[in-house]
């Protein structure tokens, strides 16, 4: 006997999606399955704003994975943020320069973490000086990463904290509009976490 759609969908379960402590274990939606280990890789986005109900972040997107459920809870952790693309597109302006980067960096804690920044000028930009304010972002991302473990490193690209050191270090070399850090992954996690 086949099982119709409606009952294959009253045999699913709602569980309440958590984030992970860095954000304070807020409940951030819920979602369905018949099966809690079939939520155990699932990845969930949400914005910061929705997180932090701070309307002014809407354009952080946070990549959360469920690893493991308890009760009708789905607990995630961190694996990385982007920036929005319509956000990015606004930053990007005529006769000026967009520097970008990526740089793997390993934080206090052990884990790897790809980071992405991009510094945008005022003007145009001449080769020499891109590459010496490659240089300035890639040192002070990888200076910061070993001073901090991973959820200290996350919350300061979240808050803008590290855009500011980067933005700080590089105005010497030529003047800048903005900086931000528009990607960050996690390529690899300690063993024991």
């Known amino acids: 006997m086949a099982v119709t759609k409606a009952e294959g969908w009253k045999a699913k379960q709602w569980y309440n999606l958590v984030a992970p402590d ?25 914005t910061l704003g929705e997180l932090t109900n701070d309307l002014s972040k809407q354009n952080i997107k946070l990549l959360l994975k469920v690893d493991h459920v308890g009760g009708d809870s789905a607990y995630t952790r961190f694996t990385g943020h982007q920036l929005t693309q319509d956000y990015l597109r606004s930053l990007v302006k005529r006769q000026t320069s967009s520097v970008e980067t990526n740089v793997s960096v390993k934080t206090k804690d052990d884990y ?7 510094c945008f000028t005022i003007k145009r930009a001449r080769a020499n000086q891109i590459k010496e304010i490659r240089q300035i972002m890639n040192n002070v991302i990888a200076s910061r990463a070993k001073e901090l473990d991973m959820a200290q490193f996350i919350q300061e690209v979240i808050t803008g904290k590290l855009s500011a050191n980067i933005y700080h270090d590089v105005k010497q070399v030529y003047p800048l509009r903005r900086v931000e850090v528009r990607k960050t992954e996690v390529e690899a996690a300690p063993a024991a976490a």
Not at 29 to 46: C, F, H, Q, S
Not at 112 to 118: I, Q
Request: glycine share 10%; proline share 6%; hydrophobic share 45%.
């Open 112 to 118: 790897t973490l790809k980071v992405k920044p991009s």
């Open 22 to 46: 860095m954000f304070g274990k807020a409940n951030i939606g819920e979602t369905v399955a018949d099966a809690p280990e079939k939520l155990i890789g699932r990845v969930v986005e949400v």
